[in-house]
């Protein structure tokens, strides 16, 4: 098999690839020889050995002509992980329908537009192709203040798990499940200084993971190290979220400040 996590003449596209966990996997991708192509609505200037494509991937005509466009300027296309996603807070009981609607299209329907679209390429060439969705621990569990954002990532769940077995066998569908990410976004839902800390506290492996961590996850999943693997999800989540009754029956103090809400990654976005 020589090294599987060599990807010298593949060609990867990852879309919302631009910062924070979209930008980590790209930059993955590019020290394992991969030609790499990133998506966003806006360019950005530091991208380096990164190509750029501009795209609203809730537009699925706009999604059609980038994907085409990666596709006749390499030749092929190998990979595609769909990353573009995120919400901010909003409560259920007032979040409007227009913003419900976004946040549905951003995390839900674009991994479809752009999935159909690779697709139809990675049917064509001999040996397929990959696509890696990008979950979130809100979509596994209930999701206060991000509702339409939990509901759309555990769509996606299922959305992974009938592509899978729809495009098998040419082309392998997985999925990478983050849970508490540190981000450039981070400190707006987390806080800063001991405010952060006591989050990464309550993870079990100690920390939030660095975006790093996963994107090492889609790289292997991409790889064929997972070639037997389609329809997966693997939750990258440090081992879990501790049950909230654990620490109110250690300290049942009423006096105490609750810990800060966990949104998995929602607030990474395109």
């Excluded at 660095?210 to 999943?221: I, Q, R």
């Amino acid at each position: 098999m020589g090294n599987p996590l060599d990807f010298s003449g593949q060609v990867v596209l990852v879309t919302g690839g631009t910062r924070n966990i979209g930008r980590a996997i790209a930059e993955r991708f590019v020290e394992a020889g991969a030609t790499v192509v990133v998506c966003g609505r806006k360019p950005v200037d530091d991208l380096g050995p990164i190509g750029f494509e501009a795209c609203d991937v809730r537009d699925a005509e706009a999604v059609g002509a980038m994907v085409d466009a990666v596709h006749a300027a390499h030749g092929r296309l190998d990979v595609v992980v769909n990353n573009a996603g995120g919400s901010p807070p909003a409560p259920a009981a007032e979040a409007s329908a227009r913003f419900s609607e976004r946040i549905v299209a951003l995390n839900l329907l674009a991994p479809l537009h752009v999935s159909q679209a690779a697709n139809r390429i990675m049917q064509t060439q001999d040996d397929g192709g990959v696509i890696v969705n990008i979950g979130s621990v809100s979509g596994l569990r209930p999701s206060p203040n991000t509702a339409a954002y939990g509901a759309a990532k555990a769509g996606l769940v299922s959305l992974t798990q009938t592509l899978a077995m729809e495009w098998a066998p040419n082309v392998r569908v997985n999925m990478v499940t983050a849970g508490l990410v540190l981000t450039a976004d981070t400190a707006a839902f987390y806080g800063e200084g001991e405010a952060a800390d006591r989050v990464h506290a309550t993870v079990p492996l100690g920390h939030m993971a660095d975006p790093a961590e996963v994107a090492d996850a889609v790289l292997a999943m991409a790889s064929p190290l997972f070639r037997h693997a389609s329809g997966t999800n693997v939750v990258v989540d440090g081992g879990g979220e501790r049950p909230p009754y654990l620490a109110t029956a250690a300290d049942p103090d009423p006096g105490q400040p609750p810990p800060p809400p966990q949104s998995g990654a929602a607030i990474d976005s395109m």
